[in-house]
């Protein structure tokens, strides 16, 4: 099964050390990395898509960062 997860941060190296710890952790990349202003916080805002291939069925209750 495949499962799906959406990373994001502030546009600092904590987004950059959040997306390199699902890689060593075997998520991989999907997609292009977003960009978008966080006008309420005057901040950029990173958003990555990673996927990852796990045995077993999905679950709603699944904590998918512990995968």
Avoid: N
Wanted: glycine share 8%; net charge negative; charged share 25%.
């Amino acid at each position: 099964m495949k499962i799906y997860r959406f990373l994001s941060e502030d546009d600092t190296s904590a987004f950059c050390h959040k997306v390199s710890l699902a890689l060593s952790k075997g998520w991989e990349l999907h997609g292009d990395p977003t960009y978008a202003f966080d006008a309420a916080r005057g901040v950029m805002r990173c958003g990555q898509a990673v996927t990852k291939v796990v045995p077993g069925e999905y679950h709603p209750e699944m904590k998918l960062g512990e995968q």
